[in-house]
């Protein structure tokens, strides 16, 4: 949680673990008189050398020699922990005009202070230029971003997974974890805030890094965190209902999604055109597109998947391409969503200049997209099939509930979800309807209420699953259980060995935020300790602590 973009508090949710603060081990100064010609604000008299390593939005990752911005938030101002920034070693601070008005009211500041009216809109040029995080000439690492409403994780696995195999030093920004060529470190948001993004693409530089896959999520377009940052390739997923609360309607939450397809913002995309969406977008982005399509036999693409067949879980396939070109495929993971997500991979690793042949020769020798991509259709144990899973909209839950359902004939498909508090609550009925059409037994818990009532989450879910079993699948068994733990042994105590389990919702997350209080819950964990419980036999996974 970022303080500006919350509560601009110094801490977080209890329990929520301390930020990680990303940045190289040496950053040229920056004078401070240079920092405010960039911005347009005069330094006066000594503090124009005041010498700038580093910036932060959050007072408690502040290091010495950092300039500290004070941006508002939902209910506190960064102003208000001026002091502990400086303590911490902060050497000046921007704000707006409301922080100056705060800083005038308290103590003398002991820092210079630069005041303009939209600070945040310079937070990303301003990290870029104190880190030099991405110069114009000889950049590293290549970035490749991935954005839309699902397929962003596995996808950005898939890119860093195919770059490895093809021999590069890669990292990898999203909502799971952070790799910089060291040990994973979590993720508390799925684009980081700019100072923690440009500071990281400048550790990836000093550690030799050759290029990095990163989600972009429409949240991180809205809240600039991206601001700054030039992608070599931007990539497109689909686009379907989801975080209304924030853009209001469909048309600007495309909107949004479309800037980072723009100059400014990337040098060329890879644009998955199987929706309205993607063939619009394709249409009117102002780099150039290479299109890419699941249906063979439609609208001309620039590459299209032909041949899918069933290899165990997964699916191979292949890749026809410009002059002839075809690349086969493969990819370990259940579902058709994921042999979109492989192929929009392979794509976009070849749209930043990669050969057909050398490419091949990596997809046969080392299987990329068989990778496990943590809470992503994550196979928990075989008999039963039980599956966790981050489908958290409407579109994703129905797209898992289709690659789970089994063959075999009297085996059933039991659903443990819920929906999120504070965020969009059209799809609530729209995700329980899914799951009555979808699923033999439906368990409505809870997932992260935050500071909702569970018990209307709850309400509004059952409502639109009990009106789609009345009308359309009567046979469907609907169950309310919570709390989210008891939900899921209860569907492990349901499940016979040839039935399929899928926990849907939270995919790889460890806490559930309920009125400001992180509890500690793993649905892999829960899972693994139920089946375990029953005598089911479950994988070994060493990712998973139980």
Not at 35 to 52: E, H, L, R, W
């Amino acid at each position: 949680m970022s303080e500006q973009n919350a509560s601009a508090s110094n801490a977080g949710p209890a329990g929520e673990p301390a930020p990680a603060r990303f940045r190289p081990t040496a950053v040229a100064a920056v004078s401070l008189d240079t920092i405010g010609d960039a911005i347009g604000v005069q330094v006066p008299g000594a503090s124009a050398a005041v010498s700038v390593t580093g910036i932060s939005l959050n007072s408690r990752t502040v290091e010495q020699g950092d300039l500290y911005v004070a941006l508002p938030g939902a209910s506190r101002h960064g102003a208000e922990f001026v002091s502990q920034a400086v303590g911490r070693g902060a050497v000046a601070v921007l704000t707006d005009h409301a922080g100056a008005r705060l800083l005038a009211l308290s103590a003398d500041t002991a820092v210079p202070v630069l005041v303009v009216d939209g600070p945040r809109n310079v937070v990303g040029p301003l990290s870029a230029m104190i880190y030099q995080s991405q110069p114009a000439a000889g950049r590293t690492p290549r970035l490749y971003g991935v954005t839309g409403t699902n397929g962003k994780t596995t996808t950005t696995y898939f890119i860093n997974a195919l770059l490895s195999a093809l021999g590069q030093q890669t990292g990898l920004i999203g909502t799971i974890e952070i790799l910089a060529g060291g040990e994973p470190v979590p993720s508390l948001l799925t684009t980081p805030e700019s100072p923690d993004l440009h500071g990281l693409l400048a550790l990836m530089r000093e550690r030799g890094l050759d290029a990095a896959s990163m989600e972009v999520s429409s949240h991180a377009v809205s809240f600039q965190r991206v601001d700054g940052v030039l992608f070599d390739v931007a990539g497109f997923t689909n686009l379907t209902q989801d975080h209304l609360d924030l853009h209001g309607t469909m048309e600007d939450y495309f909107a949004t999604k479309a800037e980072l397809f723009t100059p400014g913002r990337a040098l060329r995309a890879v644009v998955t055109v199987d929706d309205e969406w993607g063939r619009r977008l394709a249409a009117t982005a102002g780099i150039p597109v290479t299109t890419l399509s699941m249906t063979p036999g439609g609208a001309p693409t620039d590459w299209t998947v032909t041949s899918t067949s069933a290899r165990g879980l997964g699916t191979g396939f292949s890749l026809q391409g410009p002059d002839g070109v075809t690349l086969n495929v493969h990819t370990g993971l259940p579902g058709t969503f994921n042999v979109a997500n492989a192929a929009l991979a392979t794509v976009m690793v070849m749209a930043s200049g990669m050969d057909a042949a050398t490419v091949q020769a990596a997809l046969d020798h080392h299987d990329p997209f068989t990778v496990a991509v943590p809470g992503r259709m994550q196979l928990v144990s075989d008999e039963p099939a039980a599956v966790v899973d981050f489908a958290h909209n409407t579109d994703a839950l129905a797209r898992a509930l289709e690659a789970v359902r089994s063959p075999l004939p009297g085996s059933r498909v039991i659903v443990v979800f819920g929906a999120t508090g504070q965020r969009d609550q059209g799809k609530r009925p729209a995700m329980g309807a899914v799951a009555a059409k979808m699923a033999d037994i439906v368990i409505v818990t809870d997932d992260d209420p935050h500071d909702e009532d569970p018990a209307a989450i709850r309400a509004d879910v059952l409502a639109g699953a009990r009106s789609a079993s009345e009308q359309e699948s009567p046979e469907c068994v609907i169950e309310e259980v919570y709390p989210r733990d008891a939900a899921i042994r209860r569907a492990v105590e349901l499940a016979g060995p040839a039935d399929t389990i899928l926990v849907a919702g939270r995919g790889h997350e460890v806490w559930q935020e309920v009125k400001g209080v992180n509890l500690a819950l793993d649905d892999r964990v829960e899972l693994r300790n139920a089946l375990t419980a029953r005598g089911f036999t479950v994988l070994r996974d060493d990712r998973i602590e139980s």
